[in-house]
């Protein structure tokens, strides 16, 4: 049995709503509206989906050699949802980049 129309336009409205509100947020990490920490640490419906290297190229001064890098130091998959990162290795990860780039807007 298939899904109905009306529930697969439903799912494709979540989808856009939750891409758009991820869209947002990586457009205030850029411009330094919210702490990285922040939003590592949350636990939000929107951010369950997100890239763990998605989330931290938004931040200035991260680029894909630094997140490489951490990811690989860590032994984290960059391509690793957030919902699948426990919290004790999003504190790691967080942990890593305050010591090897301290500069950075955590």
Not at 51 to 78: E, M, Q
Request: with cysteine; glycine share 6%.
């Amino acid at each position: 049995m298939s899904p109905s129309r009306e529930h697969l336009l439903e799912n494709l409205k979540t989808a856009n709503v939750v891409r758009s509100r991820r869209a947002r947020l990586k457009e205030h990490i850029a411009a330094g509206g919210i702490p990285i920490s922040e939003v590592l640490l949350a636990d939000k419906v929107h951010l369950r989906t997100m890239k763990v290297a998605d989330l931290l190229l938004a931040v200035p001064g991260l680029g894909t050699v630094k997140v490489g890098r951490a990811c690989r130091a860590l032994r984290i998959n960059p391509s690793l949802t957030l919902e699948k990162l426990p919290h004790r290795r999003r504190e790691e990860l967080l942990a890593w980049l305050r010591q090897h780039y301290g500069t950075v807007e955590l």
